[in-house]
């Protein structure tokens, strides 16, 4: 019989993965892999003395195990994933990082379609702009989603839906895109208002090539991310949280929703209306974001399988980023900064993020087998490029597990040498923190790949 002693030893190891933070051997040029500029690394340590940027400060680190469940028994079967582990870690995430949604599909939901347009954009498009009422009472929260498919498609068709910053019209100077109703915000010289008038149309249409997506025969679905929670820290007064958060003696509990958890829900909501939408290939919907959206992807691809396919654009700290390189952006730092995006419990691992049950490789992992794409980008530090990439390789052993080829590759690639071996791809592109062209095509080429295998239906 084994002593308890050997046991628990036993059980420590096999629920760790236990290396040391990737060692890299800076001049060795044989490496091929992507490191960052020596001279961006010494400008950003100058500019912020209390962030690390160097690899070498990166600490001693083990990540926790997503195939050994929380009682230390090992996954050894797809079975055993699916049914046990796979719920474990969904749970995890809830109760330490994006908190409890409060509501599954609200009963009351409408949907209206008041803009259907079958020559948009001179006749390569079908526009079509939804209303979502999340209760279905004239004064409660709704959403916009603006929606272009290539009229050249004939049957369903596969579709991207992404949040967007600035409002449905900022993404194209299509007059017709309903303006987005503008928030207030109290800023530190005064109200600040967004901006949701005629001049911002148009405004962030570098990162929304709409008539390049419709030419690769893939429909565009997008929503103002302010629709559905305001970003900025009300106390969860406004947006959804208004009328769905459930309090206990007048409190929000620490695992009560965050905004990250309301824009995830909300995407969800737009998959509800998907659903009934017969131009739209709803077994093919690719769910897409940037940054603090790219997080919000990865959320709403985890916890709802209806997303085929998921996408995170230099998503970094509380996305696609291990926590526990401490590399660029923290969990102290993002809490600090944004105190509304995660759920309370989150602050209690400000600087302990080696006691996180979790880390950010079992988010992609929860993706499994579906596709995911992670991009970096070379000056983005911030957002930790081989972070990202490292939780793509340890998520690996879960589709590997699934029979199916992970991300494929061991070491970082060189820059603009994306790895579209398996059903993980990554990049990191050359340039900065944005959303680009570049990455788009990319996408485009990983849902060609996969899409094509997926039967409809
Ligand atoms: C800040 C924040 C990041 C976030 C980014 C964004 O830089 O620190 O975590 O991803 O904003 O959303 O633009």
């Known amino acids: 019989m084994l002593n308890s002693k050997l046991l628990i030893t ?99 939901m409408t949907f209206k379609v008041f803009d259907l347009e079958r020559k948009a954009l001179a006749g390569l498009a079908t526009r079509k702009q939804v209303t979502v009422n999340f209760t279905g009472k004239k004064n409660g929260p709704k959403m916009d989603i603006l929606i272009y498919l290539p009229n050249a498609v004939k049957t369903p068709v596969p579709t991207f839906v992404i949040l967007n910053f600035g409002g449905n019209h900022t993404i194209h100077p299509d007059p017709a895109i309903k303006l987005s109703e503008s928030w207030m915000r109290p800023g530190s010289r005064g109200v600040v208002k967004n901006r949701a008038n005629e001049e911002s149309r148009g405004r962030s249409r570098a990162r929304f090539p709409v008539e390049k997506i419709l030419k690769r025969g893939y429909g565009l679905a997008t929503i103002y991310y302010g629709d559905i929670d305001p970003d900025f820290h009300d106390g969860f007064k406004n947006g959804v949280h208004q009328v769905f958060d459930k309090l206990i003696d007048g409190e929000r509990s620490a695992d009560a929703w965050g905004a990250i958890g309301a824009w995830a829900w909300g995407l969800s909501r737009a998959m509800d209306y998907f659903e009934t ?96 794409y992670v991009t970096s980008a070379d000056k983005d530090l911030w957002a930790d490029p081989r972070g990202e990439f490292l939780a793509c390789k340890h998520a690996s052993p879960v589709y590997r597990l699934l029979g199916i080829k992970g991300l494929g590759v061991r070491q970082m690639p060189g820059l603009d040498q ?37 039967g409809r239906n």
Not at 68 to 92: C, H, M, Q
């Open 418 to 454: 994306p790895v579209q071996k398996g059903a993980i791809g990554y990049h990191v592109r050359s340039g900065s923190h944005n959303l680009t062209e570049y990455n788009w095509q990319r996408f485009m080429d990983f849902a060609d790949m996969h899409f094509a295998a997926m």
């Open 10 to 108: 036993l059980l420590t190891v096999f629920s760790t993965i236990s290396f040391p933070a990737e060692v890299f051997d800076f001049n060795n040029a044989a490496n091929g892999g992507w490191k960052a500029s020596p001279e961006l690394t010494e400008a950003l340590m100058k500019r912020r003395s209390e962030t690390n940027y160097s690899e070498q400060r990166v600490p001693k680190y083990t990540l926790p195990n997503p195939l050994v469940l929380s009682d230390g028994t090992r996954v050894t079967n797809a079975g055993t994933w699916r049914t046990k582990r796979r719920p474990e870690i969904l749970e995890l995430f809830r109760k330490f990082l994006y908190g409890r949604a409060p509501i599954a599909r609200p009963k009351n």
């Open 277 to 372: 939408d017969d131009d739209i290939d709803n077994k093919r919907v690719a769910v897409l974001g940037h940054s603090r959206l790219g997080k919000t992807a990865l959320w709403a691809g985890a916890r709802d399988e209806r997303f085929a396919f998921v996408i995170s654009n230099n998503s970094g700290c509380g996305g696609a980023a291990l926590s526990r390189r401490r590399f660029g952006e923290t969990v102290e730092r993002i809490n600090k900064s944004f105190p509304h995006w995660f759920c309370e419990n989150f602050k209690k691992y400000n600087g302990k993020e080696d006691d996180l049950p979790v880390d950010q490789h079992m988010l992609i992992a929860l993706i499994a087998p579906r596709p995911v």
